[in-house]
């Protein structure tokens, strides 16, 4: 903007005294900062210097507007500088598929930080399994989305759409309804398939796991129910219609809280993910997102 040159101008010949220092400041050639001071002078109708032998000096008038010059231009370059971060700044909307419990997943810190640091993103979440969280994200119906399976697996290692990070290992265990401990002693898989269980859909990482740990024994469970809500499942085996699997905080606390019988050397590895399609990275959204990933989860695994 010209009228910024010209003050720009100004100030810097009245901060130095001479315009061949303030047209080194400046990047500009004497005669172009002379010209500048010129039109501001000219355009306000006052002097804004008085010559000395040893360069420039403020005249009275000049003193009297250096204030106001230095604001104007403060005010400018914060003007430029918030025009400049707008291109930055990451806008859209940013579909995140959700699975178990918020607390597990740090559910509230990401978003907390996600929206510190985009705070013109706008996220939606939606609620499901780890299965149809999968499909979610490689049909494009989600941007990113946690995931359960075994560590090492995600999606699948060579999944041609899908990418991986894994956040965290834990184990699965098996539970049972209080007083089934001496059901539980015998811990075949073969011996525990025969007995009642609460099964889930397919597309939870339930289902993958017991399918997995039963297939060496070629064993399928005793299905007596089937449920969709994590929270459904515990409150049936509270109830004694038969064992599931829980993760290892849910079934110490459920052990102490509601009785519920654990078998002691049966563990199920598994890994908290985080899912996108591969090659979308660089996508504005997506890297807040995974930026965010590192913050919440600094000790992330490789």
């Not at 010949?13 to 400046?26: D, F, I």
């Not at 993760?247 to 102490?256: C, F, I, P, S, V």
């Amino acid at each position: 903007m010209q009228e910024y040159a010209m003050l720009r101008a100004f100030v810097a010949v009245a901060r130095t005294g001479s315009v061949s220092r303030a047209a080194a400041q400046l990047h500009l050639t004497q005669p172009a900062v002379s010209l500048k001071l010129k039109q501001l002078q000219q355009r306000l109708g006052l002097t804004l210097f008085h010559r000395r032998p040893q360069g420039l000096a403020l005249t009275p008038d000049g003193h009297a507007l250096l204030p106001a010059a230095e604001k104007a231009l403060a005010s400018a370059q914060a003007f430029e500088q918030t025009a400049s971060a707008l291109h930055i700044t990451v806008r859209g909307k940013l579909k995140i598929g959700t699975i178990v419990d918020p607390e597990f997943i740090r559910l509230g810190a990401f978003l907390r930080r996600l929206m510190q640091g985009a705070p013109q993103l706008e996220t939606e979440l939606h609620h499901g399994m780890s299965g149809s969280v999968g499909e979610r994200v490689e049909q494009g119906e989600l941007d990113v989305g946690f995931y359960l399976a075994p560590p090492g697996e995600g999606p699948g290692p060579q999944h041609p759409t899908l990418a991986f990070r894994e956040l965290t290992h834990f184990h699965y265990h098996v539970v049972a309804p209080p007083g089934w401990e001496s059901r539980l002693i015998d811990t075949r898989w073969e011996t525990l398939a025969a007995l009642p269980w609460i099964v889930t859909p397919e597309v939870s990482v339930h289902h993958r796991l017991l399918n997995k740990a039963l297939a060496a024994s070629g064993a399928t469970p005793n299905r007596v129910a089937q449920v969709d809500q994590e929270a459904c499942m515990l409150d049936l085996v509270r109830a004694g219609v038969g064992l599931s699997l829980a993760r290892d905080a849910l079934a110490m606390t459920e052990r102490q809280e509601s009785g519920l019988a654990v078998a002691g050397d049966v563990r199920l590895p598994c890994a908290l993910s985080f899912i996108w399609q591969r090659g979308r990275e660089s996508e504005p959204t997506l890297h807040a997102a995974l930026s965010t990933l590192d913050e919440v989860w600094p000790s992330r695994l490789a």
